[in-house]
């Protein structure tokens, strides 16, 4: 499957958010920190978190990898199913989900995408934003971000 191997500089963002004590809280991580799933995972576990702890990570203005770490497990999404062909974050993701080459679509999300329904994002949002292919994978989260009311601090943790 993937023949890129994500560098820090392929990884355009990555944000970590969380609730704590009923306040969304939003942290810029350093890119290098997501080059693999290993280490975009590692990362989370150094964040606290009142129903998990998310992790958003974009790459070259291509897809977006977007994971939800709680005590009962992992759930995992990837914006384009077929990043998994080109990138070695998505291969890695798509591998974790077990799944295969042929589960994959272009511009069509694989994985859970109902990871942040508990806080009011349908998977049906999630799927029709990751389906236009007007937006870039920035602009899918920031729209993601826009309905679960933490616009302003997305924006700041990116500054």
């Given amino acids: 499957m993937g023949t890129q191997v994500v560098t820090a500089a392929d990884v355009e963002s990555f944000r970590v958010f969380w609730r704590e004590e009923g306040a969304w809280q939003v942290s810029s991580v350093p890119g290098r920190s997501a080059i693999s799933m290993e280490s975009l995972i590692g990362a989370l576990s150094r964040f606290p978190g009142e129903g998990g702890v998310f992790g958003a990570v974009t790459i070259s ?17 990837l914006s384009d199913g077929a990043a998994a062909w080109d990138w070695s974050l998505a291969e890695e993701a798509i591998d974790m989900l077990g799944l295969t080459e042929d589960d994959v679509e272009e511009f069509e999300p694989a994985g859970d995408i109902r990871l942040l329904e508990d806080f009011g994002v349908s998977g049906e949002d999630i799927e029709l934003l990751c389906g ?8 899918q989260l920031a729209a993601i971000a826009e309905r679960l009311g933490i616009a302003a601090l997305w924006s700041r943790a990116n500054a």
Wanted: charged residues 35%; glycine residues 4%; negative net charge.
């Fill in 132 to 139: 236009n292919e007007d937006l870039y994978p920035d602009e």
């Fill in 61 to 77: 203005d291509e897809f977006f990898v977007l994971v939800r770490e709680v005590a009962q497990g992992r759930q995992i999404m």
